[in-house]
């Protein structure tokens, strides 16, 4: 990525990298640190990929750091920068509830889905964008805040109609595979689609057609209730498609592969540059 005087996050907090001290790997680049100097304070430090179809983290910088703040989006904490001052990451909050998909033994709350179609509505109303990857894994909950919180925005891009669609489908589906724990139906979708159109095309047809879902896992309210409102959405969505004004995220320039190298062993020992970032 730029040297982060190139960037518009100067006067952001800041760390190095090598003064992290990872705890935890939590997914490919996606590290649970802490601070030598806040050893109570931990946090997710999410880390640059040389390939693009992984997401693009200098794109999610932008997003996070220039839009409004939401209670349901989790925002950049502090850039992570290598010892050339190259912006390699970036770091968040850690939510110790943790996300939907590694943790299926919570009860799932109706108002929790009522917190995604509302932040939903803000990124696409008001943000002009789409979130570009809804599954399990993004969604994470807050158990302090009762809250579900909206994680990786790495592939977001512009709310047009297609996009917006494709946003409405993967987020039925992902309701579908919380309540039912079937993760093999969204695969057979794909490679039907693929078979008869040329195409992987996820459209919610199949999973709609169904008379009721089998509810394996716990919530707070019968799973029709769930796909009742749902549905209730989706139908006044569609209906606003026209409403909504598309944005480009902006990109920035590439990552530095030195950063991309570095993130895997971090050294022990940590101090903060000039800024302090809040970590709650």
């Known amino acids: 990525m730029a040297h982060l005087a190139e960037t518009p996050f100067v006067d952001w907090p800041a760390v190095r990298y090598a003064e992290l001290i990872k705890l935890d790997r939590l997914a490919p680049r996606v590290h649970l640190v802490k601070l030598a100097d806040a050893s109570e304070t931990r946090m997710v430090a999410k880390y640059a990929s040389g390939d693009s179809a992984k997401g693009n983290i200098g794109k999610e910088i932008n997003i996070l750091g220039r839009q409004q703040l939401h209670p349901s989006i989790l925002p950049v904490e502090c850039i992570i920068l290598d010892d050339n001052?190259?912006?390699?990451?970036?770091?968040?909050?850690?939510?110790?509830?943790?996300?939907?998909?590694?943790?299926?033994?919570?009860?799932f709350k109706l108002k929790w889905l009522q917190q995604l179609t509302e932040t939903l509505d803000f990124l696409h109303f008001k943000q002009g964008i789409v979130h570009g990857d809804?599954?399990?894994?993004?969604?994470?909950?807050?158990?302090?805040?009762?809250?579900?919180?909206?994680?990786d925005f790495s592939r977001?891009?512009?709310?047009?109609?297609?996009n917006l669609m494709e946003e409405f489908w993967s987020v039925m589906w992902t309701l579908y595979e919380l309540?039912?724990?079937?993760?093999?139906?969204?695969?057979?979708?794909?490679?039907?689609?693929?078979?008869?159109?040329g195409i992987y095309s996820l459209d919610?047809?199949?999973?709609?057609?169904?008379?009721?879902?089998?509810?394996?896992?716990?919530?707070?309210?019968?799973?029709e209730i769930l796909r009742s409102y749902m549905r209730e959405w989706l139908k006044r969505r569609v209906e606003t498609l026209q409403?909504?004004?598309?944005?480009?995220?902006?990109?920035?320039?590439?990552?530095?592969?030195?950063?991309?190298?570095?993130?895997?062993?971090?050294?022990?020992?940590?101090?903060w540059g000039a800024k302090t970032t809040r970590l709650n």
């Open 134 to 151: 809804l599954h399990l894994g993004s969604l994470l909950i807050d158990e302090a805040a009762d809250r579900l919180v909206l994680c």
């Open 179 to 197: 309540v039912t724990l079937d993760f093999e139906a969204e695969e057979e979708q794909l490679q039907k689609s693929y078979a008869k159109y």
């Open 243 to 271: 409403f909504v004004e598309p944005r480009e995220p902006d990109p920035m320039t590439s990552f530095s592969r030195h950063g991309e190298h570095q993130c895997e062993e971090p050294t022990h020992g940590c101090q």
């Open 85 to 107: 001052n190259c912006v390699i990451g970036m770091g968040t909050k850690f939510v110790p509830g943790g996300d939907l998909l590694r943790n299926k033994d919570r009860v």
């Open 156 to 162: 977001a891009r512009e709310a047009t109609e297609m």
């Open 204 to 223: 919610t047809e199949s999973i709609e057609k169904l008379p009721s879902w089998p509810a394996r896992t716990k919530l707070d309210c019968d799973a």
